[in-house]
């Protein structure tokens, strides 16, 4: 598995703009889907606009934790950061509303923001481990997570695009 699936996403941008334009650009996307809109899923086994903001929120949340979990781990032990199963998670998301999954990327997607304006280039370069990709840097989440927005972002595109 490679180090970063979503560099591809990224390319070479700054992924500081990214994570930072994510929530207005989900909410310009969806503001104005019906509950029916958001809650259709495309094609059968494909996941609703609902279900990818859900999985926004889910990730954020895990981003959250690899972040402090990185920079908490002593410098001589880099921290292991756990893998998760997606598909697992997408199971249970046909429980989550679109608004509610928003509100609770956005707040913690702020809370994330607040928390890399305090990181500095050396806390960039704290090493961590990825059990499945490998050992990466603080920076490499970040970058992570501007891909994964960026991969997200096209996905609602798409699926609003004639609405």
């Given at each position: ?55 926004l929120?889910d990730?954020?949340m ?98 609003t695009?004639?609405?």
């Amino acid at each position: 598995m490679e180090l970063n699936p979503y560099a591809k996403y990224l390319d070479s941008r700054d992924p500081i703009p990214v994570v930072t334009s994510t929530s207005e650009r989900i909410h310009a996307l969806t503001g104005r889907l019906s509950t029916s809109e958001a809650n259709t899923p495309p094609a059968p086994g494909k996941w609703s606009v609902s279900n990818i903001v859900a999985h926004l929120a889910d990730t954020e949340m895990v981003f959250a934790f690899r972040l402090r979990q990185t920079l908490a781990a002593p410098g001589e032990s880099p921290a292991i950061i756990q893998p998760f199963d997606q598909e697992a998670w997408a199971q249970r998301y046909a429980v989550y509303n679109l608004e509610p999954a928003f509100a609770l990327f956005h707040a913690t997607r702020n809370w994330n923001l607040l928390f890399l304006a305090t990181v500095s280039q050396d806390d960039r370069d704290r090493p961590t481990t990825h059990p499945e990709r490998g050992d990466m840097k603080l920076w490499t989440i970040v970058e992570t997570m501007a891909g994964h927005d960026i991969n997200h972002l096209q996905q609602l595109e798409r699926l609003t695009a004639h609405r």
